[in-house]
């Protein structure tokens, strides 16, 4: 697997990482709620901009310059989730285009999540921009619809590779224990198949399991709460860090009893 350095973190070597999101509607609860992710054991936080309400591009810009001054060294992803993928709002692609390369050129932003259900075009291009800027790309598909087959999760993670995606992410949504284990078994098997870093997640109650596996799966990044989820069935994050310091130690444990013999 390769590596992606956000800031000073690496992503896809070491342990999972725990990403929470911002999910504000103004700038000032937008700070507030970075303030209060970043008091808590957390390696990078997403913005999720569909969240803004009425807000103007100026405003846009503004609150991530004022989210900016506040994250230190800390990685900030910037995500406008558009409602086909189970966001808050609908962007146009032009709008789309424009508002993630304006928060590139002022280096708002380390990271840009790019959805994968965009036009080829608006991908193809903004990849492109985006990389030209010095930008990492974490492209993204969610299927709140089902879990599909194990061949094709792993064929949309090779299509994000294959469209120079620096981290490839997965969601979706399980009916039945199977389906969280069938993401799982796809997400081993994709690590394979694809270099980049993979994230993947089985949304809601029943793929709580997948959040807390990565160190078993290679999912490279774990995404948790702090005041409120943006996706179903993520674990508050002091609680999901004791979880994978739990699994962290068991791996270390195995190691030692594997050496003993
Ligand atoms: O893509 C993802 C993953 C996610 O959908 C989840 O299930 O945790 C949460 C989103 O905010 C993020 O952009």
């Known amino acids: 697997m390769s590596t992606v350095l956000l800031k000073n973190l690496m992503i896809g070597s070491g342990r999972q990482k725990i990403c929470a999101p911002i999910t504000a509607k103004t700038a000032e609860q937008a700070v507030n709620a970075a303030k209060r992710i970043l008091a808590g054991p957390v390696d990078f936080i997403e913005w999720r901009i569909d969240y803004m309400r009425n807000s103007s591009w100026t405003a846009i810009l503004d609150t991530a310059d004022q989210l900016n001054a506040v994250m230190g060294q800390t990685p900030l992803l910037a995500t406008f989730r558009s409602v086909n993928e189970g966001g808050e709002q609908s962007i146009s692609e032009a709008d789309y285009f424009h508002l993630y390369e304006a928060l590139a050129m002022q280096k708002l932003a380390d990271a840009f999540d790019l959805e994968l259900s965009r036009s080829d075009d608006t991908r ?7 990389h030209e800027m010095g930008r990492t790309v974490v492209f993204s598909a ?3 619809s089902c879990t599909p087959p194990e061949s094709k999760i792993i064929s949309i993670l090779k299509k ?8 490839a992410k997965i969601a979706v949504m399980p009916s039945s224990p199977a389906d969280v284990l069938h993401l799982m078994h796809a997400t081993l098997k994709a690590n394979q198949a694809v270099t980049v ?16 596996s990565g160190a078993i799966t290679g999912s490279a990044v774990t995404f948790g709460s702090v005041d409120h989820a943006s996706a179903p069935g993520q674990i508050e ?5 004791q979880i994978l310091n739990e699994v962290d130690a068991n791996e270390v444990d195995r190691d030692q009893s594997i050496r003993r013999f």
Do not use: C, Q, Y
Request: net charge positive.
């Open 160 to 167: 994000m590779e294959a469209e120079h995606a620096d981290i």
């Open 124 to 130: 193809t291009r903004l990849v492109k921009r985006l």
């Open 197 to 212: 870093p993979i994230v993947t997640m089985s949304m809601g109650s029943l793929g709580k399991l997948s959040r807390i």
């Open 237 to 241: 994050v002091n609680v999901l860090k």
């Open 142 to 144: 969610h299927d709140f």
